[in-house]
């Protein structure tokens, strides 16, 4: 996995997990998607990574982690600022 693009893992049952892959589509942040539902090693380390059992797991470029995010907070930590 790349160190610049956006980890999720996820399974194609979960609502929200679906809204962020359609968002993360929408706005063209390149993303690679795991399947958590039949990959346990891959259930694990959404767990560790998160502490938690819910989905989707969203890693950052930066090493930072989102939980069942939002749109808006998919907005604000992906994208750029018109600062």
């Known amino acids: 996995m790349s160190n610049n693009q956006v980890v999720m ?4 049952w979960c609502g ?7 968002w993360l589509v929408r706005n063209a942040v390149p993303f ?5 539902e039949h ?3 891959a259930q694990r380390r959404a767990v560790e990574l998160s502490g938690r059992q819910n989905i989707p ?3 950052l470029p930066d090493g930072g982690i989102l939980v069942e995010p ?4 998919l907005a604000a930590a992906l994208l750029p600022t018109n600062a």
């Open 70 to 73: 939002t749109d808006a907070e």
């Open 9 to 12: 893992y996820g399974a194609e």
């Open 57 to 59: 797991v969203v890693v």
């Open 32 to 36: 690679t998607e795991i399947d958590v």
């Open 39 to 41: 990959d346990e090693a």
């Open 16 to 22: 929200d997990c679906r809204r962020a892959k359609a």
